[in-house]
Structure formats: C-alpha cells, structure tokens
C-alpha cells in the first residue's frame, strides 16, 4: 500500500544550524510534492511546492530536493532560527485521477537559542 | 484579508449527540476539504467538494456527512460521535487548479471533545 514516512523523532538543532528533513514514499508516483509548516493546535500553512521533473526549489531560507529515483524529498532550513520550531508536513500530489492531496505525519523541529 | 474560518475553535459533545462543525472562507475557491487530524498524526482526508461535486474517501464512516450549500460555506455533520472522534477538524480550500499546483489554504481547525 501506498506510504509516506517521515521522522516521528523529533529534530533538535543549535540556532543557525541548517536543519534537514526528509520525506519518503513508497509505492507512490507522485507528480508533485508540496510542504507545509504546522504550529500546535494550527493548520497547516504552505511552503514550497516541487514537481517531479524538478530536482530542487528554493524559497529564502528554504530549500527542496526531490529524488524520484530515491523516491524521498529533503526540506532544508539555512540559518535556522528559534521561530522555526514547528511540525513540517510533506504531501503528495497526482496530476491526475485522484485530486486531493496525501499527507505524512510530519517532523516536528526544535530550534534551541 | 482573504482566509479560511472555521467555527467554533472548540467543541465540546456528548457521546451519540450530533455536531456540526463550520468552515467558510473568502478566497472564493472550487474546492473544500475536511480533514480529521489526531495527535502527532497525518491529516486524514474525510471529504471534499469540487464546487457541488462531492468526493467521499473510501475510508470515512458514514457517521461523517458534510453539506455544502454555496461557495463559501462547507459544514463536517458528526452524526452520533463516539469517542474515537475526538480530533482536530481542519477545513481547507484550493483553486482546483490542474497540473499540480494546486496548494492548499487551511483554516484554524475546530478542537472537538467527546466526553
């Protein structure tokens, strides 16, 4: 069956640190991959979004990689800061049949000052 | 500003009595979605309107209805809750866009507890 794994640990790292985190999927072909940010007891909020003929995006601090072959992403966080702590979800997405849009489970960041 | 509303941000049921959970929004979007989100979880998708074409996950018990009566409004009915349903109800909108772009807008969520 089709799955999306994400860290369930959660990622500490040192303010300006690059954070890191992944995204894996299996039995899965998406055509696009989207990444949202969600605070506790928010919903979640639009990052970036990555199509798979697309290898990386960059939005300011962050950037995507998209791997087909690996079938994984990476979200990368430069010069991280404390205001970056939250659950970063990763979704899938078809350019066709099914519409909606699938999510992990998400990684939650922790920056310390 | 152009958003997704959701009301109420919390609620509080009883086991097996009704509940209507409500989303509007000003984005004036196609699509609307329901998600149940439970801690440290995935959002789970229940349903979704194309405008007035509505799609039902395979999985959603048929506990959960939903209604939506025009563009802006889309309501979550939980027909007898059990406790099982207590979650984070979170509505979301999209343009309906074609070839992938289409990012989702979400509201706050609604809190619900089933005592």
């Known amino acids: 069956s089709q799955k999306i794994e994400q860290n369930s640990e959660a990622l500490n790292i040192q303010e300006g640190k690059t954070a890191t985190l992944t995204c894996n999927y299996t039995n899965y072909s998406p055509a696009y991959l989207q990444w949202y940010r969600q605070d506790p007891g928010r919903g979640p909020v639009f990052l970036l979004l990555?199509?798979?003929?697309?290898k990386e995006k960059r939005k300011e601090r962050l950037k995507v990689t998209f791997d087909t072959t690996l079938k994984q992403s990476l979200f990368h966080i430069t010069a991280s800061q404390p205001a970056d702590s939250a659950t970063y979800l990763c979704a899938l997405g078809m350019d066709t049949g099914r519409r909606a849009l699938t999510f992990g489970s998400g990684t939650r960041l922790q920056v310390q000052p | 500003d152009a958003m997704v509303i959701q009301n109420p941000r919390y609620q509080v049921t009883q086991f097996g009595k009704p509940v209507t959970l409500s989303c509007s929004q000003t984005l004036n979007h196609n699509v609307m979605y329901w998600y149940q989100q439970k801690s440290s979880q995935a959002p789970k998708l229940l349903f979704h309107y194309y405008d007035k074409d509505f799609n039902n996950e395979a999985d959603t018990p048929d506990n959960f209805q939903s209604r939506r009566p025009n563009t802006s409004f889309c309501f979550l009915d939980i027909r007898s809750p059990g406790l099982g349903d207590a979650a984070m109800y979170l509505c979301?909108?999209?343009?309906?866009?074609?070839?992938?772009?289409?990012?989702?807008?979400f509201g706050p969520g609604t809190r619900l507890t089933v005592l």
């Open positions: 979301a909108t999209s343009r309906g866009l074609a070839g992938g772009s289409d990012t989702q807008y």
């Open positions: 990555i199509r798979e003929n697309e």
